[in-house]
């Protein structure tokens, strides 16, 4: 059964938003009454992200447990996932950027994983996605050796998360390194089905050139997790390579420009065939949660309240007649 | 060097009929445009208790009286109103919503008796021009106009002005039926120099497919008023003649999707030619008001900083000195 | 009387707010606002050295970009450190080594241009430094003597900026910093909004300070903290208590700061050096940067110029 969720990440445009406990409240009665029934949280650290890493929200909420009630206070179900960059580094251990190409990094990546997937399961999650690897402007090169680290790391991170009831799922993007070279299907292929699924971010996709639905189709048993957005443009001319591709191509437009990647779905200037998608996870018996995203809105209740239509109205009627 | 003054539109801060209607928010706009340099406002009739500075009981009542309201725009730095622009076809529930049209004979004594409050009005706020819209939109009264009777309607506001010391400007907008080089020509034409005058509105005519520079020359000792303001397209599909141009066309419901025409000076798509037009002016006798516009803009404060800055920097050098040498009236 | 801006701006784009940072254009947008307004110049903060490095390619670059839209330079930085206890604490000695070389490393960086201060918070948060003690004061003083020294040889004096939240706030420790700190190596630099907040009155503060200041932001508030804020966790800035905006342009309604005394005082004293206007987080609640950037020059033109005139012919 797919079961509905809502990327909290766009209601946090800078730094210094949404750090107020009305702000997180509100936020999570807006994805409750558009019709989603649990949240995902993304990674982040220091005392303004007080739902970036398990101590923040110990520090803002008592303990998970405590963030746990606030949850259902909003009447949501559960944190259904938890989106983690080892990239990124914390403050509160004081560790910096945990390379997964790096075998000195995979103990840090590991115990930073498993820090997150306790949690998870605290709040009722089901599911860790992880950014794999770096950016493609950060790593052009790919060779064999370089994917066989990295999925030995994710390997051991899927075995060290299992016994808590998490699922581990890579989520490929359109500014990432796996996206040249054929990354993505070589990584799939060095990794343990057993241990290391995948989350098809349909917007990363679109924007990448690539057809979310002809990944599902072909990996069905791989899918763990699926994030469901629209892109406004594909990125044909290579952009993802250009240095701080993250800044001046997906949040500054790139050259064309995009003002803005991705959008609500449904409507007439995207590209992703979000009925379709569904129909492939429905048509392969897909059992798990559907983040619903808009990253980069300019209106983050909007967005999911539209989103919320659309799954009410357009989603939720190919499930049920299934 | 001929002696026009700079004044900015207030139309851009109302973005929606609950917005601009604390005294405190016309305090800010008008001291955010006094720092920029602008130190007259042009304002806008409207309707309703929320349009307070676009009707003349409105404003009275909230500023205690018109010397009231100029009392404050000194104190914040604005030393003048400039021109107010009235559309006679726009209804107003003070007016009991009484729909009319320029370009119908008989509307034309009630359009008469509705300009007369703003003459009062502007009498008392020392102001001399009155904008007015020449025409009802192209697609609500189709492209086959009665040039004469528009005119003549024209030039018995203008005389009624005249009276009180005020000029009237015809201001012809991108969704007119004479937006055209030879619409305002034959209005133009039409009309008596002595009461009526021409509003040069740049973005308008880029919009309309015309070149602002070259209309500028041709109805050079005609320009009564100039809305200087930039436009990014051009309407080269006559969406102007939709029907519901108004939404359709301006606010992007249709066609090409455009949802905003007008910006501030300074940016790459920009269409006008801002330093070419004040040119010609300033070779003219021209000693008038250039108003500086940016309807449409999301972010009003940002819009007039970034005019101010494009008329100091790169348009108009006198611009900046002469703003900073003055004293606020008091 | 030369007018900076410190660096905060937020505007509205097709995918959410942005800063000045984001592209050329918005940087374009964002200086040439400041310049039309009569600011002279700006401050900002040194972190941003990668992102001018990345999309300017030196500090020297980035100057002249802003010299091109008419603003003189920029005057000053504010370092804004990631204070931890574990490596980076002024009130631990332990952690020195590492903050004075940080400071090599920054002044270098910036050595491209001539600023006037560096400026830094000069404590922990408060609720990292409590109990504040003497010797902790004492601990913290000798650190910025150090790092004056650096700063100096580099041409740019240290200036201290005292958040209400940090842990050297309230007067006693405020003078007590003062008396272990050596003026000819740190100065300080008058916050009006944070003082206020924490119930220090800017003018006396001043005054009592006045031959070593080397700068000031002048920023407003309508809020005092009476209710322990300063010290509230795990935020005290965007969480706090009291109210979810703590920050104001000058010349805005309801504000707590009496600008104009101040400015007597600023030219009782014989300041001669830059004013910087600041309101951080002025987005909060609807605001609009840009239109308080106006504001408060407005304020500054129409109100404190005049009394600053009327002051100096005393």
Not at chain 2, 56 to 82: K, Q, T
Not at chain 2, 218 to 244: C, M, Q, T, W
């Amino acid at each position: 059964m797919i079961r509905w969720s809502y990327a909290i990440n766009q209601w946090k445009p800078s730094f210094d938003d949404f750090t107020r406990r009305r702000d997180h409240e509100r936020a999570l009665r807006v994805i409750s009454i558009s019709g989603f029934t649990g949240v995902e949280l993304t990674t982040g650290t220091g005392r303004w992200e007080p739902l970036g890493n398990p101590d923040q929200l110990a520090a803002n909420f008592g303990s998970a447990a405590g963030f746990a009630d606030f949850v259902h206070d909003a009447a949501l179900e559960a944190v259904s996932s938890w989106f983690f960059d080892p990239l990124l580094g914390f403050r509160e251990d004081l560790s910096g950027p945990a390379d997964p190409a790096d075998p000195a990094a995979h103990d840090s990546v590991v115990s930073h994983a498993t820090w997150f997937a306790e949690a998870l399961a605290e709040l009722g999650g089901e599911v860790l996605v992880v950014r794999p690897t770096a950016s493609a402007w950060q790593r052009p090169e790919l060779d064999d050796a370089v994917i066989d680290t990295i999925a030995a790391c994710w390997n051991d991170v899927g075995r060290a998360i299992a016994p808590l009831g998490i699922r581990l799922a890579l989520h490929f993007d359109f500014l990432s390194a796996l996206r040249s070279h054929d990354g993505l299907e070589r990584l799939l292929a060095a990794t343990d089905p057993a241990l290391v699924g995948f989350s098809v971010d349909t917007g990363e996709f679109a924007a990448a050139g690539l057809d979310p639905v002809a990944f599902i189709e072909a990996h069905p048993d791989r899918v763990a997790h699926v994030q469901l957005k629209n892109a406004a443009a594909v990125d044909d001319d290579d952009e993802y390579l250009r240095r701080n591709a993250e800044h001046h191509v997906k949040k500054g437009g790139g050259e064309k420009p995009v003002p803005r990647w991705f959008l609500e779905l449904g409507v007439a200037a995207g590209i992703v065939d979000a009925e379709a998608v569904v129909r492939a996870l429905v048509s392969h018996g897909y059992d798990g949660w559907v983040t619903v995203e808009s990253d980069l809105s300019p209106h983050p209740p909007t967005s999911a309240m539209l989103n919320g239509w659309y799954l009410q109205h357009v989603l939720q009627p190919i499930t049920a007649a299934s | 060097m001929s002696g026009f003054r700079y004044s900015y539109a207030l139309n851009q801060w109302r973005q929606s009929p609950t917005s601009f209607v604390r005294l405190e928010d016309h305090e800010r706009a008008f001291k955010t445009l006094s720092v920029s340099g602008f130190r007259a406002v042009e304002l806008w009739a409207g309707t309703g208790r929320w349009s307070n500075l676009g009707r003349p009981e409105h404003l009275r009542l909230n500023y205690g009286s018109s010397a009231g309201f100029v009392g404050r725009l000194a104190e914040c730095g604005i030393d003048a109103v400039s021109s107010l622009t009235w559309d006679p076809s726009a209804p107003a529930a003070e007016e009991g919503f009484d729909l009319r049209s320029t370009s119908r004979p008989a509307d034309h004594a009630r359009i008469l008796a509705a300009v007369d409050p703003y003459l009062d009005l502007l009498t008392e706020l020392g102001c001399d021009r009155i904008v007015v819209r020449a025409t009802e939109p192209a697609g609500r009264i189709g492209a086959d106009l009665d040039v004469g009777a528009v005119a003549s309607v024209l030039e018995r506001i203008g005389s009624a002005a005249k009276d009180r010391g005020v000029r009237l400007a015809a201001d012809i907008d991108c969704l007119s039926p004479l937006r055209d080089a030879a619409g305002i020509a034959s209005l133009l034409d039409s009309t008596d120099p002595d009461l009526v005058d021409l509003s040069l509105s740049t973005a308008d005519l880029v919009v309309a497919g015309e070149d602002p520079v070259a209309i500028a020359r041709r109805h050079v000792d005609r320009i009564g008023h100039v809305h200087l303001k930039d436009s990014h397209f051009v309407d080269s599909e006559n969406a102007y003649l939709l029907p519901g141009a108004e939404v359709d066309m301006l606010q992007g419901n249709a066609g090409r999707r455009i949802e905003r025409w007008f910006f501030e000076f300074g940016s790459e798509a920009g269409l006008v030619d801002a330093a070419a037009v004040l040119g010609v002016l300033g070779e003219s006798d021209y000693s008038g008001w250039v108003v500086l516009e940016s309807d449409q803009s999301p972010e009003p404060a940002t819009s007039a900083m970034l005019n101010a800055w494009y008329l100091t920097h790169i348009a108009a050098a006198g611009f900046r000195a002469a703003a900073r040498t003055e004293e606020p009236a008091r | 009387m030369k007018w900076s801006y410190m660096d905060h701006w937020r505007s509205p784009s097709p995918n959410g707010p942005i800063d000045q940072w984001q592209t050329y254009d918005s940087m374009d947008r964002f200086l040439k606002q400041v310049a039309a307004v009569g600011y002279d110049a700006i401050d900002t903060f040194d972190h941003r050295y990668f992102t001018i490095i990345d999309q300017y390619g030196s500090v020297a670059n980035y100057q002249e970009f802003v010299q091109e839209r008419g603003l003189e330079r920029i005057v000053n930085t504010f370092h804004a450190a990631a204070y931890d206890q574990r490596n980076y604490a002024p009130h631990i000695a332990s952690t020195h080594d590492n903050i004075l070389e940080d400071f090599r490393v920054t002044m270098d960086r910036w050595s491209g241009i001539q600023l006037d201060n560096i400026i830094v918070m000069p404590a922990t948060l408060y609720y990292d430094m409590e109990p504040v003690t003497e010797d902790k004061i004492k601990t913290t003083a000798e650190l910025w003597n150090k790092v004056g020294a650096i700063t100096l040889d580099a041409g740019v004096k240290l200036t201290c900026h005292h958040e209400f939240f940090c842990g050297i706030q309230s007067k006693e420790e405020l003078d007590t910093f003062y008396a272990y700190t050596d003026p000819a190596l740190v100065n300080l630099f008058v916050d009006t909004a944070q003082h206020c907040i924490a119930s220090v009155d800017p003018v006396e503060f001043y005054e009592k300070y006045a031959d070593r200041v080397t700068g000031f932001h002048f920023k407003d508030t309508r809020h005092q903290d009476l209710v322990g804020d300063y010290r509230r966790r795990p935020d005290a800035e965007l969480m706090g208590t009291t109210t979810p905006r703590w920050f104001h342009e000058m010349g805005d309604e309801g504000g707590l700061v009496d600008f104009e005394a101040f400015m007597r005082a600023v030219v009782r004293n014989g300041y001669d050096g830059w004013l910087s206007v600041e309101h951080d987080k002025a987005n909060k609640l609807g605001g609009d940067h840009a239109e308080s950037t106006a504001i408060a020059r407005w304020y500054a033109k129409n109100v404190l110029e005049k009394v600053a005139r009327e002051e100096a012919a005393k």
